[in-house]
């Protein structure tokens, strides 16, 4: 047996002893994860430093704060989430109970992944905890230090039973995919997204996919531009633009494209200094492999700002790309670095018709100070979220279901999402071996007298208005007491 | 009614994206997006069914010799109860919903849209040839998307009727049949879809998610398994042999809900035996072959599937058992003695046999069930209450109701839908509506407190970060601003 199957097993077990499903128990686990932020914060920032370059307080920013929320919000409010949830009946149901149980799936996988490596895969694990499941955490081998940090850490906070953390490349992902689980969560790449829900298939285990695309950034010329300007510029070089939701590319008209290349400019001087090289604030590029990959994508079009690089540390400066064509390298695939392409385009229409070319992306932003245009770029495209006049907050309101949709993904998150995402709905019916004689109208022998009163009675919910319920009440009531002084209806 | 012939497989898979292309031409149109729209396709619908009643009634006997009674509740009456739901609720329904924020996002409007998914094809099975292809449609139109609907071609009168039907009710472009069998099935998958919606068994939904997963298309899955029937505790043994019957061999247990075979003691077996008889009976008089109200098997395939686990089977007839190829019939069939790895528990029955097995504790009944794959629905019938909760919180399912079968679909508030083998994601009513959407995340910010943003730009300091803790926690969760 390898180490994943016996893992995988281990968890299983761990889940049908039923020790994940008390609210006492998830709450307790989910509190010794807390602990586990606050406690370990520096081997958490130290492992994220080397990883990614992000310095303490970016990691407490962009990672635990948002935990810890998540946390609280559930501790408050998971009594009410995990309870039934009583649902409209019909005629028939009246005195049934009839409600939404929601329940635990059993063994969820959890694949995370590097760029927010703790926001990614431990949400994830936060709603399969609440949600009473067991779960296998696997961090992304890419960011080295925090997978080893987690492999450390977890087991010590956590059960490690229902909880497993199973690090490994590629080949131990494969192992793991080979076993069955109630549910899968992938945070990643299309491409890797499509082997995972083919992998699915098999056991035909439901997935969740957050996967990426190129966010869209439409700057209206009636907006202010300083302010839209410092918004994109944090949402684009924040973790050196290797956001899943960071915007991609701009598009605006070339009658401002100078403007904006003005304004980004000053606002990467306000963040990170005339040399971002030594600002602790700003990023690094993952590896090697990213570092060549994002360098590629410079190649067919003109810089305008930045544009330094030293492959020795992964280092690329916060880039802006002018009078970027649509066939560059760099509008090909997802840029997930900090170059800042613009595309000059007409206006809105064009603007629109080419964002619906594209595959739909996991966010759109425009910034405007029109309505009508907002409310346009809304209405005639489709993308996971959207947001107007800012980057990247929509993420932080756990209110908001957080997830893609076509290549950008399936599912979603956040908050009461991911108690919903990662439990079963059940349908529940819970009826009495009473009032028998109302039945009698459904049992054969069928008379078109029975049909009718069927008809009427067992299917009939919709735009009655409460007068009409009550009418039919009261025939219900009479027919109810009608049968059961009869053995049968008349035929 | 004369079908016309099909094409070939190379006219197939051009006609195929042909059809996915014009649809996503109207769809990108935006004709199906508007209210109105959607409501006079489902308008339009409505009048479909209600217009052609006797011919649905005629070609439903003729697939399945389903008695008018069963066919007007579970075919005609349900989708006419789902469009008036869906008629009734739609404006509701497409409204977004605005969502508590924290403070830093206080001025801002944050809401969640419903947004169609663009094209998605429903595969329909054949037990409810109407009923389980329009339901999810229903849905799929509600939500603003165009439609290509595939018919099971195993229930071909039916299937020739919503061919002939859905073009003189609905616009073409819009919502298209396509008609055929495997293959032509597989050729259409080959094309890219918004969503999904399959009806049907494990096997064919296995090669649907790996044909959905080239091109990332989301999925629901309606599947089966074998949904079990507990019976313990104190009940009113005639009232559950009543509903008992009902559900099992309404449509000849031709149902995915229907209770496959039931788990009860023998004292239990003993007394619900001689009451299963007697209910028998009355609904299906002492020859049933010559009752109105007892269906048939759909195939000659389906009826040789069950005539050989009758054979196969090591339990006792005890009710039943007698079959007629040439009707395609099945008598009401009960048989006991059964063993967990007899023939009857290999897989899903789907037809009028109803194993008894007898375990003498409903704990250990919860085990046996718990040894199998979660069903689309499970069953128990008691008059103590403690019985019902103790089966509900220890076992999982798609659906559950106790003291009845079957009937939990009938409300539209209620997911339906399976977990597990018996499937993924869920519809009726809302359900449906939100299946086919897409839940957009929505936010809109002012230009006002750029200054509270500050606490977000770098250089980052602990003071900030103070700060930024106290404005975003307030009553929701945060991360970074």
Redesign the interface.
């Known amino acids: 047996m390898s180490r994943e199957q016996q893992l995988v097993a281990q968890a299983r077990k761990a889940f049908e002893s039923g020790r994940s499903r008390p609210l006492e128990y998830r709450i307790y686990q989910l509190k010794n994860l807390k602990r586990l932020f606050t406690e370990r914060q520096k081997e958490i920032a130290d492992a994220i430093n080397k990883d990614l370059n992000r310095s303490e307080v970016g990691t407490q920013m962009f990672e635990t704060l948002g935990l810890e929320g998540e946390i609280n919000l559930i501790i408050r409010k998971l009594k009410e989430w995990a309870a039934p949830r009583p649902v409209e009946k019909n005629l028939m149901t009246l005195s049934d109970t009839v409600y939404i149980q929601p329940e635990p799936l059993g063994v969820v996988l959890i694949i995370g992944a590097w760029n927010y490596p703790w926001a990614v895969t431990i949400q994830p694990l936060i709603g399969a905890i609440a949600a009473g499941n067991a779960a296998v955490v696997k961090p992304s081998e890419v960011c080295v230090h925090t997978a080893k940090v987690m492999e450390n850490l977890l087991p010590l906070y956590i059960d490690k039973e229902l909880y497993p953390v199973v690090t490994g490349g590629v080949p131990e992902t494969q192992e793991l995919l080979r076993q069955r689980f109630d549910h899968i969560f992938y945070t990643g790449n299309s491409t890797v997204g499509k082997i995972i829900m083919e992998a699915a298939a098999k056991h035909l285990t439901p997935v969740t996919l957050e996967l990426g695309g190129k966010s869209p950034c439409y700057i209206d010329k009636t907006c202010d531009l300083s302010i839209a300007c410092r918004r994109i510029a944090w949402g684009k070089y924040t973790n050196c633009g290797q956001t899943c939701i960071a915007p991609d590319y701009i598009l605006c008209e070339p009658s401002i494209q100078d403007r904006v290349i003005e304004e980004v400019k000053k606002s990467i001087k306000g963040f990170y200094t005339a040399d971002p090289k030594t600002c602790p604030d700003y990023g690094r590029i993952i590896n090697q492999r990213h570092f060549k990959r994002i360098l590629t994508l410079l190649e067919d079009s003109t810089v305008a700002a930045g544009g330094e690089n030293d492959e020795s540390g992964c280092y690329i400066a916060p880039t802006v790309l002018r009078d970027v064509k649509p066939e560059a390298k760099v509008m090909q695939e997802e840029i997930f670095g900090p170059l800042l392409p613009i595309l000059p385009i007409s206006g809105l229409d064009e603007a629109i018709k080419f964002i619906n070319k594209g595959e739909k992306p996991l966010a759109l932003y425009v910034f405007s100070s029109d309505e009508k245009v907002i409310n346009r770029m809304r209405d005639e495209t489709s993308s996971g979220g959207f947001l107007a006049n800012d980057c990247l907050v929509h993420f932080s309101i756990s209110s908001l279901p957080f997830g893609g949709v076509g290549n950008s993904g399936m599912g979603c998150y956040h908050g009461k999402f991911s108690f919903d995402q990662l439990s079963h709905l059940r349908g529940c019916l819970v009826k009495k071996l009473k009032m028998e004689g109302v039945n009698n109208m459904r049992y054969p022998p069928h008379t078109p007298k029975k049909l009718g009163w069927a008809r009427f009675f067992i299917l009939k919910t919709a735009d009655l208005g409460w007068v009409g319920r009550m009418m039919l009440l009261a025939v219900l009531a009479a027919v109810y007491i009608r049968s059961t002084f009869h053995t049968n209806l008349e035929p | 009614m004369v079908c016309v012939e099909q094409p070939s497989a190379g006219e197939r898979m051009n006609t195929h994206s042909e059809v996915v292309d014009r649809l996503r031409g109207a769809f990108?149109s935006?004709v199906t997006i508007p209210e109105e729209f959607r409501r006079t396709q489902l308008t339009m619908l409505r009048s479909m069914i209600s217009d052609n009643e006797e011919r649905i009634l005629k070609a439903l006997h003729q697939d399945l010799a389903k008695?008018?009674?069963?066919a007007?509740?579970s075919e005609v009456?349900?989708v006419?109860?789902e469009l008036?739901?869906a008629?009734?609720?739609l404006s509701h329904w497409m409204k977004p919903d605005y969502?508590?924020?924290?403070l830093a996002?206080k001025l801002d409007d944050?809401f969640?849209?419903r947004?169609p998914?663009?094209v998605v094809l429903v595969i329909g099975p054949w037990n409810y040839p109407l009923q389980l292809l329009i339901l999810p449609m229903v849905g799929a139109i509600a939500a603003g998307n165009c439609v290509i609907i595939k018919p099971s071609e195993v229930s071909f009168a039916t299937e020739c009727l919503i061919a002939d039907l859905i073009p003189k009710y609905l616009p073409q472009d819009c919502y298209t049949v396509v008609r055929g069998g495997s293959e032509e099935t597989k050729a259409l998958l080959q094309n890219r879809f918004?969503h999904i919606f399959y009806t049907g068994s494990?096997t064919v939904?296995?090669?649907i998610?790996?044909a959905?997963?080239?091109h990332?298309t989301?999925v629901t899955?309606e599947?089966g398994g074998k949904c079990p029937c507990l019976l313990y505790g104190r009940?009113?043994i005639?009232?559950?042999a009543?509903?008992l019957v009902?559900s099992k061999f309404f449509n000849a247990g031709q149902s995915c809900v229907a209770p496959d075979y039931v788990l009860c003691s023998t004292a239990t077996r003993d007394a619900l035996i001689p009451a299963l008889k007697d209910v028998l009976e009355?609904?299906?008089?002492t020859e049933p072959q010559k009752?109105?109200?007892v269906s048939r098997i759909v195939s000659l395939r389906h009826w040789t599937r069950l005539v050989e686990l009758l054979g196969k089977t090591r339990g006792r007839i005890v009710l039943g058992g007698e079959h007629d190829q040439e009707d395609k019939y099945i008598a009401p069939t009960v048989v006991v003695d059964v063993a967990e790895d007899d023939a009857l528990m290999a897989e899903e029955i789907f037809g009028p046999i109803l194993p008894i097995i007898t375990i003498e504790s409903v704990e250990k009944s919860i085990a046996f069930v718990n040894r199998k794959e979660k069903p689309l629905a499970l069953y128990v019938?008691s008059?103590e209450s403690s019985v019902?909760k103790m089966v509900?919180e220890n076992t999982?399912?798609?659906?559950?109701?106790?003291?009845?079968g079957i009937?939990?679909m009938?409300?539209?508030?209620?997911?339906?839908g399976g977990?597990?083998?018996s499937?993924?994601?869920?519809y009726h009513g809302r359900w449906g509506f939100e299946t086919f959407s897409?839940?957009?995340?929505?936010?809109?910010?002012?230009?006002a407190l750029?200054r509270l943003?500050g606490l977000?730009?770098?250089?980052?300091?602990?003071e900030?970060?103070k700060w930024?803790?106290w404005t975003?926690?307030a009553k929701?969760?945060?991360?970074?601003?």
């Open positions: 990108q935006g008695p008018k009674f069963e007007i509740l009456e349900i006419m109860n008036h739901h008629i009734a609720n969502v508590s924020k924290n996002t944050c969640v849209r947004e998914l663009g918004d494990q939904a296995r090669s998610v790996q959905a997963s080239v990332l989301p899955l599947l009940l009113n005639v009232a559950a009543h509903r009902w009355s609904f299906y008089t009752c109105p109200d019938f008059d019902v509900m999982s399912s798609g659906g559950f109701c106790s003291n009845d009937v939990h009938t409300l539209p508030g209620l997911p339906f977990v597990g083998g499937g993924w994601g869920n897409h839940r957009r995340a929505c936010m809109l910010r002012g230009w750029e943003n977000r730009y770098p250089p980052y300091s602990e900030k970060l930024l803790r975003t926690s929701n969760s945060c991360s970074m601003m």
